[in-house]
């Protein structure tokens, strides 16, 4: 099993400003996911997080946009960049796949104004 | 892409009565899963179901699979307030990354 420390745990920010999120985990992993809940829909997975190389990124979404760090196998950062509305959604970090279940952080509500 | 799709939408029952959600998805999987998510906040794990399995138990719930089909079930039995969540089945390719379903809102009223 995994334990997520995911924080902030909700932030109000103004359009254009940027907000990183971090997760931590309790255990060293090779992998760590990022994906956005935008309000009332499913969970779409933005990028996965690989230590010491570029984060992958799904289609629709760009680094430059949603920049991810992930210096060591317990820790990574996603980065809304400029937000606006439209980034308004829950922001969850997990961990695990491959076959197997996945654990997710507490998530971090975002609302921007 | 591949994507589960609950249904119903939202389900209303009163405690003590059995809840039932279904899951259809479009190609061969390597695995199901089931989460709850409580309130907009991190997802629990519930099951998960390989594609060699029919049907799998924990606890009060049950969960079955048909591959023929390309559909899913969860009931959760002996409902209590405390099971009021929205439910996602989420399916796997190979070991690839796992994609969600829309979600299952179920409200249990005491």
């Known amino acids: 099993s995994a334990v997520i420390s995911q924080k902030p745990s909700r932030d109000i920010c103004q359009r254009g400003t940027s907000l990183t999120i971090q997760c931590q985990v309790d255990?060293?992993?090779?992998?760590m996911f990022w994906y956005r809940q935008q309000p009332g829909q499913s969970l779409t997975l933005i990028a996965t997080?690989?230590?010491?190389?570029?984060?992958?990124?799904e289609s629709g979404f760009v680094i430059d946009k949603f920049p991810i760090s992930r210096p060591n196998l317990t820790f990574s950062t996603l980065t809304v960049s400029n937000m606006s509305p439209e980034d308004s959604s829950i922001y969850l970090c997990?961990?695990?796949?491959?076959?197997?279940?996945?654990?997710f952080g507490s998530g971090t509500q975002l609302s921007v104004l | 892409s591949q994507q589960g799709e609950e249904d119903p939408q939202a389900l209303s029952i009163q405690e003590g009565e059995n809840a039932t959600m279904n899951c259809s998805y479009k190609?061969?999987?390597?695995?199901l899963q089931w989460y709850r998510q409580n309130s907009g906040r991190g997802l629990v794990h519930l099951i998960l179901?390989?594609?060699?399995?029919r049907e799998k138990h924990s606890g009060r719930l049950r969960v079955t699979l048909d591959t023929s089909k390309k559909s899913s079930s969860l009931l959760i039995t002996a409902s209590r307030a405390a099971d009021t969540a929205s439910y996602f089945c989420?399916?796997?390719?190979?070991?690839?990354?796992?994609?969600f379903g829309k979600g299952t809102m179920l409200l249990v009223s005491p």
């Open positions: 997990s961990v695990g796949g491959g076959g197997e279940k996945l654990f």
């Open positions: 255990s060293q992993v090779t992998m």
């Open positions: 997080a690989n230590q010491g190389s570029e984060a992958t990124y």
């Open positions: 190609t061969s999987i390597n695995n």
């Open positions: 179901i390989r594609s060699n399995e």
């Open positions: 989420a399916t796997e390719m190979g070991y690839s990354t796992l994609t």
